[in-house]
């Protein structure tokens, strides 16, 4: 597994363990491939993540997530991307990212 793959599916393991979060969307990319091909992409459900080439550039993190019914959307949202940069920040510390999360849904 690629440095980026663990790097997405720790980020999406903190995002999954945020209260609140039901869970990561997939998206309808994601859905298509996995029905033409029967298998799945390298990167998490409803989590993008871009790294530009040049240093110190900023980090571009999507994040898609579907929130429990009792949750505060913006509550939910603001933790997840609590979360988000401080996964980053233990791994990457020299880093800084720009983080989007959307509530795609509630359960």
């Known amino acids: 597994m690629s440095q980026h793959a663990v790097l997405s599916e720790d980020l999406a393991a903190a995002v999954r363990d945020v209260p609140g979060v039901a869970f990561l969307t997939p998206g309808i990319t994601r859905r298509l491939r996995s029905a033409l091909t029967g298998s799945e992409s390298a990167s998490p459900a409803g ?28 509550d939910v949202a603001r933790a997840a991307s609590a979360a988000v940069t401080a996964r980053l920040t233990e791994t990457h510390p020299a880093d800084t990212a720009r983080v989007t999360v959307t509530v795609t849904g509630v359960v």
């Open 47 to 74: 989590l993008r993540v871009s790294r530009p080439a040049e240093p110190g550039a900023l980090w571009r993190i999507d994040v898609r997530i579907v929130i429990s019914a009792e949750a505060r959307a913006v």
